[in-house]
């Protein structure tokens, strides 16, 4: 059965025929046309970190494909008083028909995902956000930015970073990702990508000049400096990621008609400066609202891959 865990598992033509199908629901949606094409269905959605995108994105998603969404937070669940993933995923994936998780290691999401009988989808882990890359690339498509771009990645060598390096290396276009020393992406995604790249034509680049990284690119982003489980370590990286901000004089290196992505929360003055979140080239809230229409693209996906692996 097909999870949808990290996009180091799916091929490019897979990855393209799912946002296709994240985009053709979309323009059912945006005509008023609400297709339940997950008719009846329940999807649990396990929340071991915070959101708000992640949460309301799916659970309006579900809803709109004719399904409905449980929503579990580690506080509610026994999962939060040591109840091991593995007997959580017998039980939970006995009573519904997809599961979503955000938690810490990918490790914990891959133990849910093998004892599950349902497909899993990541809603984030310490390692990757692959469903965010989706309403990404789903943005970039929608202003053109999908044919060869230069993506730059400015900031933490953190989730975002892996997932971004997971898409460029699978689908084949250019990725620069600046980090401070000592906050570069994990070593064994890195190389794993640069393996990937060959087979796609992708060029990556890592460095630790955010100049280098924007010089020309058609797509500029970046994320938090602290992410979720590293509260402890935000005044440390504030010092560190200095430098590191995309600012108004960041953005003019980069191609004039640029666009600036997040995936929110931003943090102004950190990693992004207001000017730029709120300026004309940033589309982030766009890129917020696809987050829904790719992940009723995912979810149906999924379906018809369970319907198919029955039939076989
Ligand atoms: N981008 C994102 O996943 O946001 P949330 O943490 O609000 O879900
Ligand atoms: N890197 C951030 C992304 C939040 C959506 C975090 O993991 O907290």
């Known amino acids: 059965m097909k999870h949808f865990l990290t996009l180091r598992d799916f091929s490019k033509e897979e990855i393209l025929e799912i946002i296709d199908l ?3 629901i979309k323009k059912e949606a945006k005509k008023g046309e609400f297709v339940p094409y997950l008719e009846g269905q329940t999807l649990a959605m396990i929340f071991e970190k915070s959101s708000t995108r992640t949460r309301v994105s799916f659970e309006v998603g579900i809803y709109q494909l004719g ?8 506080n509610d669940l026994q999962l939060g008083r040591g109840e091991p993933m593995k007997d959580t995923a017998r039980v939970i994936s006995r009573m519904v028909d997809m599961v979503m998780i955000r938690t810490y290691s990918q490790a914990k999401l891959e133990e849910f995902a093998k004892f599950s009988k349902v497909p899993v989808i990541n809603g984030l882990t310490d390692e ?3 469903v965010q890359l989706m309403a990404d690339y789903m943005t970039m498509i929608e202003h053109r930015k999908e044919n060869n771009p230069v993506v730059a990645y400015i900031g933490d ?9 997971m898409l460029a290396s699978k689908l084949g276009f250019e990725l620069r990702i600046a980090t401070p020393k000592g906050y570069e992406p994990d070593s064994k995604i890195v190389e794993d990508a640069f393996t990937f790249a060959k087979k796609s034509g992708a060029e990556i680049l890592l460095t630790n000049d955010p100049k280098e990284a924007v010089r020309d690119a058609d797509v500029v982003t970046t994320d938090v400096w602290a992410s979720m489980g590293q509260e402890d370590e935000y ?7 200095a430098g590191f901000m995309v600012d108004s004089t960041l953005m003019q290196l980069a191609k004039k008609d640029a666009i600036f992505l997040h995936c929110l929360p931003a943090h102004r003055g950190e990693e992004v400066s207001e000017e730029v979140l709120e300026g004309p080239q940033s589309v982030v809230f766009e890129e917020a609202e696809n987050r829904l229409h790719a992940q009723k693209g995912i979810m149906v996906w999924l379906d018809r891959q369970r319907n198919k692996s029955i039939q076989e």
Do not use: C, Q, T, V
């Open 22 to 24: 994240a985009i053709s």
């Open 67 to 74: 399904g409905i969404g449980l929503f579990l937070s580690k």
């Open 128 to 130: 990757y956000h692959p």
């Open 157 to 165: 060598g953190n989730n975002m970073a892996h997932s971004w390096l």
């Open 235 to 241: 005044e440390k990286r504030l010092k560190d990621f």
